[in-house]
C-alpha cells in the first residue's frame, strides 16, 4: 500500500484555505498513484482552535469543508482530522469545563472514494501545559478499528495523546489493526522530535505493528509545530520521515527498507523553530515589514538576523536611537549589523525627548536623586518611536528582550518589552550567543559582528553600567532559572545543586515579583518545555514564597 504523509502548515480559522490546501494534498496524491494519503490532527479548523470552537458558525464551516473534502477523494482513501459534533448538548457531568452548544470531540474520519468509512474521537483529551483540550471537548471511550477493502487493510486510528495509552493501543491490535495511524498537533520545543520518534519506535516494536504517525507543522501564535511524520515498521525501525519545519507529502510503503534517523542540533532546531514561528506570526497575521530596535547588543542583533532570514533583508527595519549615554562603538556595531544584514537602518536620536522628559518632571522630582527612573525614561521613549513608525507604516515591532532578563524583570515595562511579537522571549541568554555563533557558522563569516559577541552585556541606560551590577553571570543565571521554571526544582533542591543560597534567594525573588511585567509583554515563541505565556499560568497578586 502506498501511503503518503500530508504534513500541512494550516492557520488556525481559514477553514476555506485550509481545504483548498488538503484538496491539493489529494490531488497531488492521487497523481502519485497514492492510496491513502493522511492528514494531522484538526487539520481543517487548524489547531488550537481555541473558543472558536463555542462558535456554532465555525462548527458548521467546519462541517461544511469536511462535506467538500469527501467530495474530492474519488478513488483515494484520507484520514482526516476535523471536528465532530453531535446534536445533543453535553452532559452536565462530563468533564468538559465550557459548555459549548452541542458536544464537540476533536475527531479523525476515515474516507474512501467519496465514502466516510468512520470515524474516531480522541481518548485523551491534554489538559496541562499549553493545552486546553478538556474545555471544548468530550472524550471518546470506545476504540475502534477500520476495514478498508481497496486495498484489504484494517486500520486504528487514534489521535494525539491515544498513541501514549497502553490499553487502547493494545485494544485495537487485539481487534486485528495491520495499521496504526497517529495524526497529532505536537508543539515543538527542543529535543522533543527525538523523544517522539523513540516513543513511536517503541509502540510499534512492542505491539508488532506498523505505525504511521502524521504531524503539522506551521507557527501559530506563541506555538511552533515541526512536523517530523514518520513510519515505522513492525520492528520498530524507521521507514519514512517528513522534513522538519517544512510542508511535505512523503510517499511511502509499509514493506519500505529502513532508513537511518537524522538528528540535528538543538541550537539548528531552535533556529528553525524561531525562523518559522517569526515567519508564520508575521504573515498570517496580515503584516510584511518588521521594525526592530537596534542597541548594538546580541539580543537585537540576533532578533534581526533571524527577522531577516524568516521574512527578507527588505522587510526588515533597524532602528538605532542613541541618547546621551549610547557609546559611539554601540552606535557603530548596530550600522554594521544592518549593513551585514542588507537591512533598512535609521538613527534617531533621543537626546532631545530625554531632555524634554527631563524639563517636564524636574519640578516633580526636585530633591529626589536620579536612579533607574531617569534610565527607564529612555527606554520607554525608544518603545514610543518603535511604535510610532509601527503606526504611521504597518510595521510590526518585534522586541528583542530573552528568557532570563524577562524571568527577573530585567527589562522595562512600556519600554524595550513593546511590540507584538516578542521573537526571543524564550530563549535564555546563554543560548542567544549559542545561536549568534550557529549563524555565524551557518553563513561562514560574521555576520553578527565579532565585536557584538565579545562585548560585555549592558543594558546601556546610565554610563558604565553591566548588567552583572544587577544579575548574577548569565552561565550562573540561566540554569538557576532552567531548574526553578522549567524543572520546579525547590529554592533547597537549587541550592543542593551547587548554587549560592543568597544568589538563588535573589534569584527566586526576582522571578516571583516580575509576573506582572510578564502578562504584559507581546506574545512570544516557545521554544523550551516551560515558556512563559499560555504554559505557564501564575498568579500576580501572591504571596507564597518559595522556602
Same mark, same amino acid.
Request: aromatic share 8%; glycine share 8%; proline share 5%.
Given at each position: 500500500?502506498?501511503?503518503?504523509?500530508?504534513?500541512?502548515?494550516?492557520?488556525?480559522?481559514?477553514?476555506? @484555505?485550509?481545504?483548498?490546501?488538503?484538496?491539493?494534498?489529494?490531488?497531488?496524491?492521487?497523481?502519485?498513484?497514492?492510496?491513502?494519503?493522511?492528514?494531522?490532527?484538526?487539520?481543517?479548523?487548524?489547531?488550537?482552535?481555541?473558543?472558536?470552537?463555542?462558535?456554532?458558525?465555525?462548527?458548521?464551516?467546519?462541517?461544511?469543508?469536511?462535506?467538500?473534502?469527501?467530495?474530492?477523494?474519488?478513488?483515494?482513501?484520507?484520514?482526516?482530522?476535523?471536528?465532530?459534533?453531535?446534536?445533543?448538548?453535553?452532559?452536565?457531568?462530563?468533564?468538559?469545563? *465550557?459548555?459549548?452548544?452541542?458536544?464537540?470531540?476533536?475527531?479523525?474520519?476515515?474516507?474512501?472514494?467519496?465514502?466516510?468509512?468512520?470515524?474516531?474521537?480522541?481518548?485523551?483529551?491534554?489538559?496541562?501545559?499549553?493545552?486546553?483540550?478538556?474545555?471544548?471537548? #468530550?472524550?471518546?471511550?470506545?476504540?475502534?478499528?477500520?476495514?478498508?477493502?481497496?486495498?484489504?487493510?484494517?486500520?486504528?486510528?487514534?489521535?494525539?495523546?491515544?498513541?501514549?495509552?497502553?490499553?487502547?493501543?493494545?485494544?485495537?491490535?487485539?481487534?486485528?489493526?495491520?495499521?496504526?495511524?497517529?495524526?497529532?498537533?505536537?508543539?515543538?520545543?527542543?529535543?522533543?522530535?527525538?523523544?517522539?520518534?523513540?516513543?513511536?519506535?517503541?509502540?510499534?516494536?512492542?505491539?508488532?505493528?506498523?505505525?504511521?504517525? *502524521?504531524?503539522?507543522?506551521?507557527?501559530?501564535?506563541?506555538?511552533?509545530?515541526?512536523?517530523? %511524520?514518520?513510519?515505522?515498521?513492525?520492528?520498530?525501525?524507521?521507514?519514512?520521515?517528513?522534513?522538519?519545519?517544512?510542508?511535505?507529502?512523503?510517499?511511502?510503503?509499509?514493506?519500505?527498507?529502513?532508513?537511518?534517523?537524522?538528528?540535528?542540533?538543538?541550537?539548528?532546531?531552535?533556529?528553525?523553530?524561531?525562523?518559522?514561528?517569526?515567519?508564520?506570526?508575521?504573515?498570517?497575521?496580515?503584516?510584511?515589514?518588521?521594525?526592530?530596535?537596534?542597541?548594538?547588543?546580541?539580543?537585537?542583533?540576533?532578533?534581526?538576523?533571524?527577522?531577516?532570514?524568516?521574512?527578507?533583508?527588505?522587510?526588515?527595519? @533597524?532602528?538605532?536611537?542613541? %541618547?546621551?549615554?549610547?557609546?559611539?562603538?554601540?552606535?557603530?556595531?548596530?550600522?554594521?549589523?544592518?549593513?551585514?544584514?542588507?537591512?533598512?537602518?535609521?538613527?534617531?536620536?533621543?537626546?532631545?525627548? #530625554?531632555?524634554?522628559?527631563?524639563?517636564?518632571?524636574?519640578?516633580?522630582?526636585?530633591?529626589?536623586?536620579?536612579?533607574?527612573?531617569?534610565?527607564?525614561?529612555?527606554?520607554?521613549?525608544?518603545?514610543?518611536?518603535?511604535?510610532?513608525?509601527?503606526?504611521?507604516?504597518?510595521?510590526?515591532?518585534?522586541?528583542?528582550?530573552?528568557?532570563?532578563?524577562?524571568?527577573?524583570?530585567?527589562?522595562?515595562?512600556?519600554?524595550?518589552?513593546?511590540?507584538?511579537?516578542?521573537?526571543?522571549?524564550?530563549?535564555?541568554?546563554?543560548?542567544?550567543?549559542?545561536?549568534?555563533?550557529?549563524?555565524?557558522?551557518?553563513?561562514?563569516?560574521? *555576520?553578527?559582528?565579532?565585536?557584538?559577541?565579545?562585548?560585555?552585556?549592558?543594558?546601556?541606560?546610565?554610563?558604565?553600567?553591566?548588567?552583572?551590577?544587577?544579575?548574577?553571570?548569565?552561565? #550562573?543565571?540561566?540554569?538557576?532559572?532552567?531548574?526553578?521554571?522549567?524543572?520546579?526544582?525547590?529554592?533547597?533542591?537549587?541550592?543542593?545543586?551547587?548554587?549560592?543560597?543568597?544568589?538563588?534567594?535573589?534569584?527566586?525573588?526576582?522571578?516571583?515579583?516580575?509576573?506582572?511585567?510578564?502578562?504584559?509583554?507581546?506574545?512570544?515563541?516557545?521554544?523550551?518545555?516551560?515558556?512563559?505565556?499560555?504554559?505557564?499560568?501564575?498568579?500576580?497578586?501572591?504571596?507564597?514564597?518559595?522556602?
Amino acid at each position: 500500500m502506498r501511503i503518503a504523509l500530508a504534513q500541512i502548515n494550516p492557520t488556525v480559522g481559514d477553514i476555506e @484555505g485550509n481545504t483548498a490546501k488538503i484538496i491539493d494534498y489529494i490531488r497531488d496524491a492521487r497523481a502519485r498513484h497514492v492510496e491513502m494519503v493522511i492528514f494531522p490532527e484538526l487539520a481543517i479548523t487548524g489547531y488550537p482552535p481555541k473558543d472558536l470552537l463555542l462558535k456554532p458558525s465555525f462548527i458548521n464551516a467546519n462541517l461544511k469543508a469536511f462535506e467538500e473534502v469527501l467530495n474530492e477523494t474519488e478513488g483515494i482513501s484520507v484520514i482526516l482530522g476535523f471536528v465532530d459534533r453531535t446534536d445533543e448538548p453535553p452532559a452536565r457531568n462530563s468533564h468538559i469545563s *465550557v459548555l459549548p452548544e452541542n458536544t464537540l470531540y476533536n475527531a479523525a474520519a476515515l474516507i474512501h472514494d467519496r465514502e466516510l468509512i468512520g470515524v474516531q474521537h480522541k481518548m485523551q483529551l491534554l489538559n496541562y501545559d499549553v493545552f486546553d483540550e478538556g474545555r471544548y471537548f #468530550v472524550s471518546a471511550t470506545e476504540s475502534r478499528v477500520f476495514r478498508l477493502e481497496h486495498p484489504e487493510l484494517t486500520i486504528g486510528i487514534n489521535l494525539g495523546a491515544d498513541l501514549w495509552v497502553d490499553e487502547a493501543l493494545e485494544r485495537r491490535v487485539r481487534q486485528g489493526a495491520e495499521l496504526i495511524v497517529n495524526i497529532s498537533a505536537s508543539p515543538f520545543y527542543a529535543g522533543k522530535s527525538r523523544q517522539r520518534r523513540e516513543l513511536v519506535a517503541r509502540r510499534a516494536r512492542e505491539y508488532r505493528v506498523p505505525i504511521a504517525y *502524521v504531524n503539522l507543522i506551521g507557527g501559530q501564535d506563541d506555538l511552533v509545530f515541526d512536523g517530523r %511524520s514518520c513510519i515505522f515498521d513492525d520492528n520498530g525501525a524507521l521507514i519514512a520521515e517528513g522534513a522538519q519545519f517544512e510542508e511535505c507529502l512523503t510517499v511511502s510503503t509499509l514493506d519500505s527498507t529502513p532508513i537511518t534517523p537524522q538528528y540535528d542540533d538543538p541550537i539548528k532546531e531552535i533556529y528553525l523553530a524561531l525562523i518559522l514561528g517569526i515567519r508564520d506570526y508575521v504573515r498570517k497575521n496580515g503584516f510584511e515589514k518588521v521594525v526592530i530596535g537596534l542597541s548594538g547588543g546580541i539580543d537585537s542583533a540576533l532578533t534581526a538576523a533571524l527577522a531577516t532570514d524568516a521574512l527578507g533583508a527588505h522587510n526588515v527595519v @533597524g532602528v538605532s536611537m542613541p %541618547s546621551a549615554i549610547t557609546s559611539p562603538a554601540s552606535i557603530n556595531d548596530a550600522k554594521k549589523m544592518a549593513e551585514n544584514l542588507g537591512i533598512e537602518f535609521k538613527i534617531i536620536p533621543i537626546n532631545d525627548a #530625554v531632555d524634554a522628559y527631563t524639563r517636564i518632571l524636574a519640578p516633580v522630582f526636585k530633591g529626589t536623586m536620579p536612579d533607574t527612573t531617569e534610565e527607564n525614561i529612555q527606554a520607554r521613549i525608544r518603545g514610543n518611536i518603535l511604535m510610532a513608525l509601527s503606526n504611521k507604516f504597518g510595521y510590526l515591532v518585534i522586541s528583542t528582550g530573552n528568557k532570563s532578563e524577562l524571568a527577573v524583570g530585567y527589562c522595562t515595562l512600556y519600554g524595550d518589552m513593546s511590540g507584538g511579537l516578542a521573537a526571543i522571549s524564550d530563549v535564555p541568554k546563554t543560548t542567544v550567543y549559542q545561536l549568534a555563533n550557529y549563524i555565524n557558522r551557518m553563513k561562514g563569516w560574521a *555576520v553578527i559582528p565579532d565585536s557584538i559577541i565579545v562585548k560585555e552585556p549592558s543594558a546601556e541606560l546610565r554610563i558604565g553600567q553591566k548588567d552583572t551590577d544587577t544579575l548574577p553571570p548569565y552561565d #550562573v543565571l540561566d540554569p538557576i532559572l532552567h531548574a526553578y521554571i522549567e524543572e520546579n526544582k525547590s529554592k533547597e533542591e537549587i541550592i543542593a545543586m551547587g548554587f549560592d543560597a543568597d544568589v538563588v534567594s535573589e534569584v527566586i525573588w526576582k522571578v516571583d515579583h516580575n509576573e506582572y511585567k510578564r502578562q504584559q509583554a507581546p506574545i512570544g515563541i516557545k521554544i523550551t518545555p516551560k515558556a512563559f505565556g499560555s504554559g505557564r499560568r501564575m498568579p500576580i497578586t501572591n504571596k507564597y514564597m518559595d522556602g
